[in-house]
């Protein structure tokens, strides 16, 4: 078993009076793709914002490479290398496209100093992404968006990615680009937490997967063996047997 | 851009004499920088981070109330016939003006705005309360009185050019009206203050999760704006030559119409509105004093009606 | 019948239902409770901003709309009642009836344009937009000074039956802790009370009408209203429409009960903040907020500077404090008010009561 | 009948639906499919007249609808979900529905009756809550639902709209697998009903396949394709363009 | 009716809003005036004066609840004040419903002691009139050519028709109104040059300005190159620190602490000087004489407060203000007082330009015309 990058250990999240998190455990190891599925309303973005600290925990604990993050703010979180794609997307659209993939390389003062290799490897995955370039980004279509949200969260390197639903609205095509983007990702040693309902697509990437149920993880294991086990999917994911391709 | 031009050539056959016609071009021009320093705060305050701050007139009038004390303890520096010694004074006038205006700034950042980003309604209270206990608090330091605050002596009266006189102060707003537009213009285009601070205000969660710290950044762009407000004060109180506590709360309204007319958030819009005011003041002070009354609600009413986002928009809210 | 008669929309909370009950009833007997031409005065103020703001909620807190106008409409409906009875010799009836009726026509005309207005552009350049008119609508009302009595305003007379010198009985009514006049300002005064509680169970039930929940729908999205079939011109110019007609309405009644009008007693800016403050305290979108915050606010406005006397006679001594609580310097505390409020408040006491409320019967239910 | 004739928007130099002219009979389910950006929901857009056409008209019934507002469409029998969720965030699940009801049934210009006297309209509410399965939620506000329950929502409003034309944007994005059924499940029976017409925007091939009776392909706002299901897609623009089953060009990209 | 031994006055006025700084010399006048009049027993014929202070904060409507309050709740004997012209015309009909005296001072609206007059209405305060006049007595030579500069609106265009009907040799050649809310006069500015710049003999521009703005500033743009003068009344202090760039200006004011040489105006000044460390101003003398009128008054009828014992005693009366003897006249209740023509000098001993005494126009000299009906 590798390194382990991101832990969370009995992790409580309350929003106003609502308890939603009841002691959430995860183990996200480095390097590694982890898949974290569930059920509507399971508490998966739940996790991830309590994670990148737009919640807190009221009680639990969340380490990142070592270090206790769990009552850290948001930035302090994000500039030590985490990087956020929203279900939401949280796209700025008022600023264009180039605009919002400035703000996202933190360390650019102006577009000269973003990588150019990035910036292509971006629109190769992504080709409307150089198409729209001046376009505020309010402008695109909804699966465009998605695709400059993944954009920010990869346009500099980071350690860890939280990425909440990439595929959906996404067209087949595009959908396997990003698979081959995340495993190029990962080749390069950046770990990745990712939030699917699309299992085909779950399958393809993860190395390991936590399922989660009414604000618990209730499996963890690996990708592989749950893919297997269509029992078990049936059970966990209520996936109708053979359903989906 | 071609509008101030247009307004300008428009007007002259109506006003006739080209003598008058400069004297009132220039003026209103002059005018118009001196609107688009007190507005050029709240270019940032109200036009980026979409604060409607009823309250930035309070940091105007503190900027003048703190100069009048400033000037006063240096009467021998503005009383001199000497423009270096009058800059002498005034330069520091300034820089304490804005520097009070600032810390004001901080504390109303903390204590009034930040509970109220992205809620206009509640800004709007909230800082109209503000503006009220600020408007009290200059009454209890300085009294209710109006004080009256000379300009220095070297720049009284006027230069002739040919048979249009021009006074010499509305020269010195131009000067410090370029300065703060080139200063604002590059600090906004050449970093990414502008972007975080528009991207903020749409959602400040994103922006956070992309690691800049909004709060500080809020914190900062808020100060600034006070500050220039706190110039702006200073720089009206002098045009005036005499302050009152309610000088705030009457232009307000004035540089919120040039914040309009220019398009929200966009620096240059600012300054084009502030023109576009001083001109129309002018000519139709000139043609119709009557109508001068309106000429700064029709020409936001007519200008909204041709483009209604303002004139150079720089946000779409 | 009370069901009915509240449209169905009650207080939903104890505490809230108590406060109702005894403000209202306080208002009610308020001529006897509290006698003296002062405290009259208060609670007439207190009946005429309840119409006001509540037509203001609807505006605001039902349609999501901020219109910095709104005082333009009350000062219409004070000025046609104002004109008319300047205008004419002896007070009559059908002169305050002309005047209502004027009133009402005007406003029903500019709150439509403003209304057709309102959708070319964004929320926020609208309220601009609105400040402008109605800063100019000021200017005009003191520059018209032939018809307007311009900065001076207009003093006029009011029929007989409302005046001060008619007598119901000619000695004063004797209670245990006061005497009372039962003269014309009586009269005048549950005349007010009346039409402003027709007016307010008018609002209640509109409001509560499909008509209602179509604005809060509008409010919350209005593409989405669009997408639904909503007309939401229509719809939104109704509100405007009728919020303006129940302004102009309260303004009538400002004129009658003060026998003067001016620029600054129904149109100043001033006015339309204590409005925009009294909606908040009292809770946006709940009309019986409008009750509560009016008493709040009008009781404080006028009694703050005799509190301050108080306190400033108290710690006289004390550097630096008389000078923050003197008498003079009541506005201040004012401007404390308006803060503090947002901040405490900001859902309103209507909304705090009835989150308590929900709370209280959450935890019964666990 | 709904027919599109030459209907064409632009934005600025950029064309993003381009001349497409289509009928939709009532009983058929149409699916349209495109890489994103190929202006599908632009399309929606103009049928339901979010925005204005540059040129070329709409029809329903044989009637011109071209110059009507949304909500006229509306109101017409053009029925709408949204790609990206839109719903009224902070009212009860329960009255986003019922508000969509109220809208059928032309009730919303009555002041003077108390909403809630009208039982019908809150029943009827209350039956499309059960049928997509939130009638446990009906009271949470709109904004505190997760996810895929505001997708449900979406979907839910629109049945409510009972409209003559229903057009679905990507109605499961995001909806969890376990979910998807239920939504599926009531387009189904949509379809059964034989009397509405269906166009349906879905990324999912596999949703596509099992309930299209017919297929057009949007790519770079033209219509590209349109036919039997399984032939569109086996067709050569859908395979490369839109599934990107070409393996060199992929590899070629990502050696770059 | 009211507590024997007591004689209570209300006396309304802006304790706060745009016109407190006014509001408070009234007050401070008022309070120094009754002392000095009653010999520093506050009491008349045995009965202890009562001040009851109340703000109007410059709204009518408030001043009129206010009034009627003081009148009915607080059972005051007479009312003085307000600060602005417009409280005041809403408290006129007040009085007369409570039959009660209402002694107007300072606010100076002529139809307050005209054509809204009622017969409980006195003022020691000088009307618009009286200030047009006397600013039109000192201008008032031949061969000069005037142009006046004044706010649009009542109480300017008022201003300019009594300062119109009083001038009799010199000419007026040009009224220029501009808005309340100017702040750039520059166009106004150049109007009234193009008036005058090529009449012949002296040029003045005569300036009737209240409030915000400072019209003072259209010097700035040279005057002096076409020999135009500016000329206009008195003010309060601060107002006057503008007058220090135009020394040799001339007008006519109401009141300066160093003009009028009487026992009275002594007293005033030193006891100010001794309070404040400051000059009495404007609004202070006017303070100061109402009070005096309203114990001499009171005086005569021996501490009666009856409203109409005291009409018929304040009817014709005279009595001695910082100002000189002022008589209230029988017609109009309106108190006839001397004004001062004055001619600006710099003192660097003073912040603000010193107004020197050219001549004291006595009341005989102007025609102030009666206006209202009785
Ligand atoms: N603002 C809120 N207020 C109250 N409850 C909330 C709020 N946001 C989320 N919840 C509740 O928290 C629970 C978990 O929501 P969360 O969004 O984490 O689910 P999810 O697993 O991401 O679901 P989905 O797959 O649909 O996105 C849900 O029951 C939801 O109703
Ligand atoms: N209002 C607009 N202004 C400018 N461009 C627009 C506008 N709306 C859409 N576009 C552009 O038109 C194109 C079509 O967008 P549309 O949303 O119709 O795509 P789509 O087919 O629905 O894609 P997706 O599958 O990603 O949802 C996009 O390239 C988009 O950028
Ligand atoms: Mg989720
Ligand atoms: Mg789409």
Redesign the interface.
Known sequence: MSEVLLKLEGVHTHIGAYHILHGVDLVVPKGQLTMLLGRNGAGKTTTLRTIMGLWHASQGRITLAGQDITARQTPDIATSGVAYVPESMGIFSDLSVRENLLLAARSARTLDDIDTTRLEWIFGLFPAMKKFWNHPAGKLSGGQKQMLAVSRAIVEPRQLLLIDEPSKGLAPAIIQNMIAAFRELKAAQTTILLVEQNFNFARQLGDSVAVMDDGRVVHSGSMAELAADESLQSKLLGLSLGAHQ | MALVPLLALAALPAVGSPSTWLTLTVAGLAMGMIVFIIASGLTLVFGLMDVLNFGHGVFIALGAFVATTVLASMGSYTAADSLWLNLLALLPAMLVAMAVAGALGLVFERFIIRPVYGMHLKQILITMGGMIIGEEMIKVIWGPEQIPLPLPEAMRGAVLLGDAAVEKYRLVAVLVGTAVFAAMVWTLNRTKVGLLIRAGVQDREMVESLGYRIKRLFVGVFVAGSALAGLGGVMWGLYQQSVIPQMGAQVNVLIFIVIIIGGLGSTLGALIGALLVGLMANYTGFLVPKVALFSNIALMVAILLWRPQGVYPVTSR | MLQ?LL??DLPRSRWLAMLLLILVLGLAFAPFLFP???AL?VAAKILIFVALVASFDLL?GYTGI?SFAHTMFFGIGAYGVAISLSSVEEASWSAIFIGVLAALLVSVLLSLLIGLFSL??????F???T???A??FL?LA??L?EFTG????L?FRVPELLS??FMLREDPLVLPWAEVDLNGRLITYYLIFGSVLAIFLTLL??V???????L??IR??D??????????V??RTLSNVLSALFATLAGCLLALW???N?P??SLSFEIM?DI??IV?IGG?GTLYGALIGSVLFVVAQSYL?DLLRLIGEATAGIPLLP??FT??????W??????L???YF?TGIVGKLRERAV?AR?KELR | MLETTDLTVRFGGHVAVNAVSCAFEPGTLTAIVGPNGAGKTTYFNLISGQIKATAGRVKLNGVDISARGAPARAQAGLGRAFQLTNLFPNLTVRENVRLAVQARAGAGLNLWRIWSDRRDLVVRADEVLEAVALSDKGDALASSLPHGDQRKLEVGILMALEPQVFMFDEPTAGMSVDEVPVILNLIRQLKADRTKTILLVEHKMDVVRELADRIIVLHNGELVADGEPEAVIASPVVQQAYLGINPEERDQEVAA | QSKSGEIRIAHIYSKTGPLEAYGKQTQTGLMMGLNHATGGTMTVGGKKIVVIEKDDQGKPDLGKSLLAAAYSDDKADLAIGPTSSGVALALLPVAEEYRKILLVEPAVADSITGDKWNKYIFRTGRNSSQDAISNAVALDKPGTVIATLAQDYAFGRDGVKAFKDAIKTAKLVHEEYLPTNTTDFTAGAQRLIDKLKDQPGRKVIFIIWAGAGNPFKIADLDLKRYGIEIATGGNILPAMANYKNFPGMEGATYYYFGIPKNPVNEALVAEHYKQFKSPPDFFTAGGFSSAMAVVTALKKTNGDTKTDTLIKTMEGMSFETPKGTMTFRKEDHQAMQSMYHFKIKVDPAFPWGVPELVREIKPEEMNVPIRNKR
């Not at chain 3, 070319?120 to 350049?125: D, E, K, M, Q, S």
């Not at chain 3, 008498?327 to 201040?332: A, E, T, V």
């Open positions: 009915r449209s169905k003296g031409v002062k005065n605001l901020v070319r552009v964004r929320a926020i350049f309220a601009m937009i400040l402008a008119v800063s100019a200017t003191s520059q000074s311009g900065e001076d305003g003093t001060p010198g039930r509109i509560n009408s499909p008509f209602g929940r179509v809060q729908a919350e999205n593409f989405r209203a669009e997408a639904l079939g909503y007309r939401t229509v719809y003060l026998r003067y001016g600054d007693t903040l925009l403050l908040v946006m500077q000078a923050l008498p003079d310097r009541w506005l201040l004012l401007g404390l008010l308006f803060v409020s947002v901040y900001p709370l959450l």
